[in-house]
């Protein structure tokens, strides 16, 4: 069964939804976890419960697209846990608009966290994995990294940008036994959705305020959109030894929603 007990993980955007779903999880397993946000509430709140639940984390505060700061967060983790083995690079936002409406303020802000901020975070933490010969790199992809969708338009080309910045890590890294893979989950009920309801409503392509989310789903094979701990197995898996000799895949993890 694959562990992550005894590793040292940082998850970028683990101050609400996936990402506070792995690191409480991974923490409960046994991993020291850095809960990586941009929102210092939000990243010691996480902090705080899993302290309180008896696992080690420590809230590192920065935004991922400023190297700056990417580089004082990682290295106050190196100090605190003593290396990296395992970096989710799982910050991302959204925010919709319809295609000929596009700004290039819209565009340049999500394809900047979205894309940069994997580029930024996996040249950082490799830094610190390179000499050790050994870690992990794991993104968080989509399934709008498969298949364009309009009123999405800068998302879904920040996620296939982060598809194929999984190949080309793991191709360059995989000379210091450095893995790189993603994951592409579908519709997940998340704080993310609660704008984006509004956003879509306002834009004629959702009936109600809040109901974006569920008519986003109406092709879900398994009949509703996913909770954080639908993935959380599956981030265990490739955080863990478990995965060891795959690199440069996308595992699709979306209830069946995208078959390529």
Same mark, same amino acid.
Request: with cysteine; charged share 20%.
């Given at each position: 069964?694959?562990?992550?007990?005894?590793?040292?993980?940082?998850?970028?955007?683990?101050?609400?939804?996936?990402?506070? &779903? @792995?690191?409480?999880?991974?923490?409960?397993?046994?991993? !020291?976890?850095? #809960?990586?946000? *941009?929102?210092?509430?939000? =990243?010691?709140?996480?902090?705080?419960?899993?302290?309180?639940?008896?696992?080690?984390?420590?809230?590192?505060?920065?935004?991922?697209?400023?190297?700056?700061?990417?580089?004082?967060?990682?290295?106050?983790?190196?100090?605190?846990?003593?290396?990296?083995?395992?970096?989710?690079?799982?910050?991302?936002?959204?925010?919709?608009?319809?295609?000929?409406?596009?700004?290039?303020?819209?565009?340049?802000?999500?394809?900047?966290?979205?894309?940069?901020?994997?580029?930024?975070?996996?040249?950082?933490?490799?830094?610190?994995?390179?000499?050790?010969?050994?870690?992990?790199?794991?993104?968080?992809?989509?399934?709008?990294?498969?298949? &364009? @969708?309009?009123?999405?338009?800068?998302?879904?080309?920040? !996620?296939?940008? #982060?598809?194929? *910045?999984?190949?080309?890590? =793991?191709?360059?890294?995989?000379?210091?036994?450095?893995?790189?893979?993603?994951?592409?989950?579908?519709?997940?009920?998340?704080?993310?959705?609660?704008?984006?309801?509004?956003?879509?409503?306002?834009?004629?392509?959702?009936?109600?305020?809040?109901?974006?989310?569920?008519?986003?789903?109406?092709?879900?094979?398994?009949?509703?959109?996913?909770?954080?701990?639908?993935?959380?197995?599956?981030?265990?898996?490739?955080?863990?030894?478990?995965?060891?000799?795959?690199?440069?895949?996308?595992?699709?993890?979306?209830?069946?929603?995208?078959?390529?």
């Amino acid at each position: 069964m694959a562990t992550v007990a005894g590793r040292n993980i940082v998850i970028t955007g683990a101050g609400s939804g996936i990402g506070e &779903g @792995f690191a409480k999880a991974f923490a409960e397993d046994g991993a !020291k976890v850095g #809960v990586f946000d *941009l929102s210092e509430i939000n =990243a010691s709140r996480v902090v705080n419960e899993i302290v309180k639940a008896g696992g080690e984390a420590k809230a590192l505060i920065g935004n991922v697209a400023d190297r700056q700061q990417v580089k004082r967060a990682l290295k106050e983790f190196v100090d605190w846990a003593g290396s990296i083995d395992v970096i989710f690079n799982n910050a991302g936002f959204n925010k919709a608009m319809p295609f000929m409406e596009v700004t290039e303020e819209n565009w340049r802000s999500i394809m900047d966290v979205n894309g940069l901020g994997v580029l930024i975070c996996t040249q950082e933490a490799a830094k610190f994995m390179i000499p050790k010969k050994s870690g992990k790199i794991i993104n968080t992809a989509s399934i709008a990294g498969r298949q &364009g @969708f309009p009123n999405f338009t800068p998302y879904c080309a920040s !996620k296939f940008a #982060v598809n194929a *910045l999984t190949q080309a890590t =793991a191709k360059e890294l995989s000379q210091y036994n450095i893995t790189c893979n993603s994951f592409a989950p579908g519709v997940v009920d998340t704080p993310l959705w609660k704008p984006l309801n509004q956003d879509l409503y306002e834009m004629g392509a959702a009936q109600k305020p809040d109901s974006a989310i569920n008519e986003f789903s109406v092709g879900i094979l398994k009949g509703r959109p996913a909770k954080p701990n639908d993935l959380v197995g599956m981030a265990m898996f490739l955080a863990s030894e478990d995965s060891d000799y795959m690199t440069g895949q996308t595992i699709m993890i979306d209830g069946g929603m995208i078959f390529v």
